[in-house]
């Protein structure tokens, strides 16, 4: 199951993922997105539509199948992409430390994130309300990864 969670301009996807490596890998990948501007569509009441896009921030919170269950051995983000795809593999020992906590202060700081990113957002209204409503939303963030580790750890 993913969790999305979406705001004005800003989405993040929960998942679980697999990864065909040797040694395989498995866990959570949490996904910052653009949303599409979308025109207002039918009467007032009308339900609007919610396009996901542009893939902004990915970290990869995996562990080796080689190892025990938790053992976030593959665990390491993606700051940029280009379009669709992501740029090289960014490791960082803060991740396999405090994963959570990592992720947390990644998320609760979302300008930086963007700034990082390369999407030029000086000036843009929606962020500062969208940086707060994230910051609000983090808990529940860390619920859903957890929760998809409990998926994909069972059997490891």
Known sequence: M???FV???VAVIVGPWREPMDPPERGA?????LLVDEPRRGSPSAAQRVVIDQPLFRADL???MDGPPGNLGSAHFHPTFDGVEPSVRHWDDAIQQDPTGWLAAELSDLPR???????DVA???WVADDAAA???AVPAVVRAVE?????VRVGL
């Open 7 to 9: 705001f004005e301009k």
């Open 123 to 125: 000036g843009a209204a």
């Open 2 to 4: 993913r969790h999305a």
């Open 29 to 33: 990948r949490v996904e910052v997105r």
């Open 113 to 119: 994130l963007l700034e990082r990113s390369g999407l």
């Open 134 to 136: 994230l910051r609000d």
């Open 147 to 151: 929760a998809t580790w409990e998926t």
């Open 62 to 64: 995996f562990d080796r």
